[in-house]
């Protein structure tokens, strides 16, 4: 593969090499993985374009392809160039997907300023795959203005995508019985406008308390210093009726450029980098253990822990010490 190619045609804005792009970052072959890294780095030293990264998180039934398609059809109205990365969680029996976004956002799908890339979680954790990260930079590299994440929806472990968003928006439906159940540490923190969605017909009143429930609730959270007065925020939208996405974008818009303005934003994507700096290295180190001969370590001391001769902490620091050895 011709990585110096591949790069300038992702930069042209060429979808069939950036969908050949992503598929190569998305491998874990040792060969594939070099040839990303390659691939991410002739990227960055040819372009330093930036969009918008927003992250979407909100529980499953929520709405979030049909909001995803409404808000990428409102950009694209306005020029503005919109990728979609969207996970699928994966079977733990068969590891495969259903990657059914596309065919949920028919209409956004088929829009020629919009690029949808369903992908499998696999077994990563926090409800996104492991690979995202390089994804959006790809995206980046290609021009797109906008990228939107969309996560596995799984709930309160759904914190990771805020490590590669610049925005994290938080999903959310009315009369869902407990409207404050939400508000815990982890996901109602790492949120910076919550949006709930169905604000229409039978549902819009109980959508309207519902909204006022969070907002309360926010003005209770610890203030963050990348946040302007005001922020973070609840709104109601509704998908369906394309009602108040042009509110939610300008919210998006007014905060992203003040955290802009006061050097949030470039110390956000900082510490980002840092963070994922860590997560390789971990990464890393837990690939050595499906390898030979860790492998083999591992299964035999496994043996010895399930038949009683030693305990799954003593056999975990035999591990770890041979390891070190090695």
Known sequence: MDIEQLSDKIIAGERRSLARAITLVESSRADHRAQAAALIEA????????????GLSGTPGVGKSTFIESFGMMLTAQGLRVAVLAVDPSSTRSGGSILGDKTRMDHLSRDPNAFIR????QSHLGGVARRTREAVALCEA??????????????QSETVVAEMSDLFILLLAPAGGDE????????????DIILVNKADGDLKSAAMRTCADYAGALRLLRKRPQDPEGYPKAMTVSALHEDGLAK???????????????GHFAGRRAAQAEY?????????????????????MMTQLGAQVAQGETTPTAAAVELLDLMQQG
């Open 43 to 54: 990227l960055s030293r040819k372009t330093d374009r930036q969009a918008v990264r927003i």
């Open 118 to 121: 369903p992908s499998p979680s």
């Open 276 to 296: 994922w700096f860590g997560e390789e290295v971990r990464q890393g180190l837990l690939a050595r253990l499906e390898r030979e001969p860790i492998r083999g």
């Open 248 to 262: 939610a974008w300008e919210e998006m818009t007014t905060l992203t450029e003040w955290r802009r303005d006061h």
């Open 142 to 155: 290609a021009g797109f203005d906008v990228v939107l994440i969309e996560t596995v929806g799984v709930g």
């Open 180 to 191: 404050l159940q939400g508000v815990k540490r982890g996901i109602m923190e790492m949120a």
